[in-house]
């Protein structure tokens, strides 16, 4: 297994100035389509209301002034009916009889006389509802609703109570069905149109109530964007004036701070590398004459000079690091030629086998050269100092990413060890035994920052062909996209 | 007869351990503490090679290296205590013919000395008379016009021009011009030559945003258009 480290799906606080605020929880809705869908829900339910009460309260209007008046008409009716009827009549005198009787458009009129029916020319007395017949043959008047051939009527019973006849009304309700049914359709239609409104009202309701939080929202964006001095201008809502006083106050503060630590970090910078400068060439002095020197004298030289060196390397690698860590640190991308670039870095540190992939003379990547060779040389020099130096590198190219493997023939990094290797100042248990170690520390975390910076990852593992040593990976994307 | 050498630093410690790296090296060096003792320095008895720190009590480092440029085409070295890629951009466009960071290696100071000194023409200008429309480089004169007038190059701009014209119409890269121009090796800084192109398409080119003669190749290099 690899200890990989740096990798680039991971969220690196270096490589990406502007944080990432993005709720992990799952309410994908944002501010706005909330408020939005809240109104719509509210004018959907109000609407909803509103239509059944119209409704309800319609129908029970037009059915009920269509009963009473069914129900008057056949009161009378049954009364002249039982006027009329003699009690030898039989069912042959009804139609002459029934004709006498009021006649309304929509209402028919059934009779039954001992056991015979006076149908009409739709209807006989199968098509009456059951429950009514029998309560007529309790001698009880009453009306059922009731649906004959598919439509709905109304059917009202009346028992002559002189003779054994009844006297049914049949009402046909179609057309308050009808127009029910029309009026249902309006309303509907009327629902989802104010459903509609509600929406779009509230859509243009919270652009408004959130104008100034885009306001926020760019000022913040611009200030992650490196513009310290955006302001946000004073509000005339004084909740929001609030906020847009705390956002400034924030914003001031945190130009101050930056400001102030780039200042100090550059003078930093100026105050190490000025004598250190002095320094090197102080010694480049006594270096050129050296012959001049008493034994003694050289030995001190040497011990001067080689720790002046290192401790130049240190200084220098603690600045880049600062330099990343203040997210200051940009990619001056260009076109390399890998293998060119590979034996310019491995030129002067003697021959390291290069395997490259095939038909790869014009390998080409979009790089930082400054960075990729110092990325380079640090994997070199760790090889060197604690794997007996650099045994082959290997490039592979899978198509999206290309690798550049560093190998070495010393006793390989434990897999417990293989993440913490790459922290500032620590050091293998390998290297921590040994004496006069020149390194810095810093070259490996150097490397994954690096890396990082072209959105790439680093990590170590086992050499593939079995023998001891370790192999340290840098994987880069081929193709960057930003421009030249 | 020795090279002079002018030595702008405020830093007295840096300026006097930099004048003894020279000296050992034959240079004879004039040491100045600010820019204005500079000018006034260079305006009567200008000198082979300038070394300018960037940071400077009064007038900084650019502003010096621009107006010593405004009296000469010396070769310039600007010396920055930060590896920040604007300061070293602008040192450039300032004029400055290389860049140094703090702290250097005395070993390369001497090298990029010797390197601009480099009297010597790229070898085998195969155009030692060059004309390309308005474009007239006398490579041997060390002189180049542009529609019959003179234009002022300096030392490094020329060579960068007479290289491009040793094969008019090849593309030549970073890494070339780097090594051909500069005497870096393939890794050298490629924000040299870009500066340089730069600055050469102002003094040369009739449109510098358009440029006729001078022409990027997107992910290859420069050409020079015939």
């Known amino acids: 297994m690899a200890g990989e480290v740096g990798s680039g799906d991971e969220p690196s606080e270096l490589s990406v100035p502007v944080p990432d605020h993005e709720d992990p929880r799952p309410a994908p809705l944002g501010l706005r389509a909330r408020i939005s869908l809240s109104f719509a829900v509210g004018g959907l339910l109000v609407s909803v209301v509103l239509a059944g009460a119209t409704l309800v309260l319609t129908r029970r209007q037009l059915i009920d002034s269509r009963e009473s008046a069914a129900a008057a008409v056949a009161v009378s009716n049954a009364t002249r009916l039982s006027n009329q009827l003699t009690h030898d009549a039989t069912i042959e005198d009804l139609p002459a009889i029934a004709d006498s009787l009021t006649k309304i458009e929509g209402i028919q009129r059934l009779i039954r006389l001992g056991d015979s029916w006076l149908p009409t020319p739709e209807l006989d007395s199968e098509d009456l ?39 049914f009304a049949v009402v046909d309700l179609a057309d308050v069905e009808d127009t029910l049914g029309n009026l249902q359709i309006v309303l509907f239609g009327a629902s989802i149109f104010a459903t509609l409104i509600a929406a779009v009202f509230g859509a243009w309701v919270s652009q408004r109530t959130l104008r100034p939080l885009r306001r926020v929202r760019s000022a913040a964006e611009a200030i992650a964007g490196g513009r310290l001095d955006t302001r946000l201008e004073p509000q005339s809502d004084p909740d929001l004036d609030r906020l847009a006083d705390s956002f400034n106050e924030m914003a001031r503060a945190l130009e101050e701070r930056i400001l102030r630590d780039a200042r100090f970090a550059s003078d930093v910078s100026h105050e190490l590398r000025s004598p250190l400068t002095t320094l090197k060439a102080s010694v480049g002095v006594l270096e050129a004459r ?14 001067l000079s080689d720790d002046l060196e290192r401790f130049t390397r240190l200084v220098v690698d603690l600045l880049e690091i600062s330099g990343y860590d203040a997210g200051a640190a940009a990619l001056d991308l260009s076109e390399v030629q890998v293998l060119q670039f590979l034996s310019a870095t491995t030129r002067g540190i003697g021959p390291i086998p290069l395997h490259m992939p095939p038909h790869s003379e014009n390998l080409m990547i979009r790089a930082d050269k400054r960075r990729l060779a110092r990325l380079i040389s640090n994997l070199l020099d760790n090889a060197d100092r604690y794997g007996g130096g650099a045994t082959s590198i290997v490039v592979e190219n899978d198509g999206p990413n290309l690798r550049i493997a560093v190998e070495d023939g010393g006793p390989g990094i434990p897999e417990a060890e293989r993440a913490a290797i790459f922290e500032r100042f620590s050091r293998g248990s390998a290297g921590g035994r040994r004496g006069g170690d020149s390194g810095t520390g810093l070259g490996l975390s150097l490397v994954i920052e690096d890396a990082r910076l072209h959105k790439g990852r680093v990590w170590v593992e086992e050499r593939p062909d079995g023998l001891s040593g370790a192999r340290f990976v840098v994987e880069l994307p081929a193709d960057t996209e930003d421009e030249l | ?30 040491e100045t503490e600010s820019g204005e003792a500079a000018l006034e320095v260079f305006a009567p008895s200008p000198s082979d090679v300038v070394l300018i720190d960037i940071m400077l009590p009064g007038i900084d480092g650019f502003e010096v290296c621009r107006r010593i440029r405004r009296l000469s085409e010396v070769p310039i070295i600007m010396v920055t205590a930060r590896d920040d890629s604007h300061d070293i951009v602008a040192g450039l466009e300032a004029g400055a013919d290389d860049y140094l960071s703090k ?26 008379h060059l004309v390309i429309d308005q474009l007239e480089l006398l490579a041997d004169e060390g002189t180049v016009r542009v529609a019959g007038k003179q234009v002022h190059l300096t030392h490094t701009e020329f060579r960068l021009l007479v290289e491009l014209a040793s094969d008019p119409n090849k ?56």
């Open chain 2, 1 to 30: 007869m020795s090279k002079n050498i002018l030595i702008v630093e405020d830093d007295e410690r840096i300026r006097t351990a930099v004048r003894l790296v020279l000296e050992e090296e034959g240079y004879a060096v004039v």
């Open chain 1, 290 to 303: 050296r012959e001049e020197l008493s034994d003694r004298s050289q030995t001190a030289l040497t011990l």
């Open chain 2, 103 to 128: 702290p250097f290696d005395p070993k390369v100071l001497s090298a990029r000395i010797r390197a601009l000194l480099r009297r010597s023409r790229p070898s085998e200008t195969a155009h030692a």
């Open chain 1, 129 to 167: 509802p059951r429950l009514l017949l029998d309560q007529l043959a309790q001698r009880e008047a009453g009306q059922q609703r009731s649906s004959l051939s598919g439509q709905t009527h109304l059917v009202v019973g009346i028992p002559l109570t002189a003779f054994d006849a009844d006297y």
């Open chain 2, 171 to 226: 593309v030549f890269s970073r890494e070339d011009l780097l090594e051909a121009v500069w005497d870096y090796g393939y890794l050298g800084d490629g924000r040299l030559v870009d500066v340089h192109v730069r600055r050469l398409r102002t003094k040369i080119e009739p449109d510098p945003a358009n440029p006729r003669y001078v022409i990027t190749v997107r992910g290859m290099g420069y050409k020079l258009q015939t």
